[in-house]
């Protein structure tokens, strides 16, 4: 950083001027984290929605494997009693 200074009255005022490669990082560094951020939520994201999705279909197997089941033992108790 560089200083200047002027009169200003009796009192100096001083004036701190940024250089500008140092602006130029911190947009650098700024982007890439704000890259990185983004990248890591899309990821994030679209593991969560996959890791639903998964649960879902297990979640309809296993109830059609309980109806199934359900059918089967309706089926084995008509065969058992045919004239009820």
């Not at 982007?31 to 951020?37: L, Y």
Request: charged share 25%; glycine share 8%.
């Amino acid at each position: 950083m560089q200083r200047h200074s002027r009169q200003a009255g009796d009192k100096e005022v001083i004036r701190k001027v940024m250089d500008p490669a140092y602006v130029s990082a911190f947009a650098a560094l700024a982007g890439a984290g704000i890259g990185g951020a983004t990248s890591f939520a899309t990821s994030w994201m679209t593991n969560w929605a996959q890791t639903r999705a998964q649960r879902l279909v297990h979640k309809i197997e296993r109830m059609e494997e309980l109806y199934k089941n359900f059918v089967e033992e309706g089926l084995t108790v008509l065969r058992r009693f045919p004239g009820t």
